[in-house]
């Protein structure tokens, strides 16, 4: 089974700052990842998808790239709506697989 | 509008059975391939299942295989999980989520989640 870690596991930004998270693939994985933001007490919900589109509705200071086994996922602005957890997942092979999550909040 | 939405979870004893509904609305339920994930109290998410649209094509997660089974009734558009053997480590919030699948062109995601429903084994 693909393995997928995340860093860091939380950090605290203040409004306006550009937060990085990254996601690592045990093995190559091209480009089949997605991100999911999950709010306290909500559902996943789907932001980025193919590791760098952005899925309809979301906002454009979201952004991800990478492919092979590393991959960014960006918020270029940081919003107060922004507090949440992000998870990465893979869907190169089975089992889709999600990374442990980076819990983003407010400085 | 689309919406999922999951019913069934409650209380239950290790060794027990709880059946698990996700009533879907606001697009063709038939079309689409379904899944659910799990999260369990202050933990990641789990993907446990997922099944083909028709529901020919079926795959589990090894931690739930042979205790769990997903079904789904197009007619009614409704999607199902039956649990058996329940352990304590099976307690989460059970989420249905709507797959897209696009093999021609390597999409694959859950975009559409229900508000969950939590299970929990406990004696």
């Known amino acids: 089974d693909i393995q997928m870690t995340q860093s860091p596991s939380s950090l605290s930004a203040s409004v306006g700052d550009r937060v990085t998270i990254t996601c690592q693939a045990s093995?190559?994985?091209?480009?089949?990842l997605n991100w999911y933001q999950q709010k306290p007490g909500k559902a996943p919900k789907l932001l980025i998808y193919?590791?760098?589109n952005l899925e309809t509705g979301v906002p454009s200071r979201f952004s991800g790239s990478g492919s092979g086994t590393d991959f960014t996922f960006t918020i270029s602005s940081l919003q107060p709506e922004d507090i949440a957890t992000y998870y990465c997942?893979?869907?190169?092979?089975?089992?889709?697989?999600f990374g442990p999550g980076t819990k983003v909040d407010i400085k | 509008q689309v919406q999922l939405v999951e019913s069934g979870g409650g209380l239950v004893k290790p060794g027990g059975s709880l059946r698990l509904s996700c009533a879907a609305s606001?697009?063709?339920?038939?079309?689409?391939?379904m899944s659910w994930i799990r999260q369990a109290p202050g933990k990641g998410l789990e993907w446990v299942s997922y099944?083909?649209?028709?529901?020919?094509?079926?795959y589990y997660a090894d931690s739930v295989k042979g205790r769990f089974t997903i079904s789904r009734d197009n007619a009614k558009n409704s999607l199902y999980l039956q649990m058996n053997s329940l352990r304590a480590e099976d307690t989460a919030v059970y989420y249905c989520?709507?797959?897209?699948?696009?093999?021609?062109?390597?999409?694959?995601?859950?975009?559409?989640w229900g508000q969950g429903t939590m299970v929990t084994v406990s004696s």
């Open positions: 099944i083909s649209s028709s529901g020919s094509t079926i």
């Open positions: 606001g697009f063709t339920f038939s079309d689409y391939y």
């Open positions: 093995q190559d994985i091209s480009n089949y």
């Open positions: 193919d590791a760098s």
């Open positions: 989520a709507r797959r897209i699948y696009l093999a021609a062109a390597g999409f694959d995601a859950f975009d559409i």
């Open positions: 997942q893979q869907y190169d092979n089975l089992p889709p697989a």
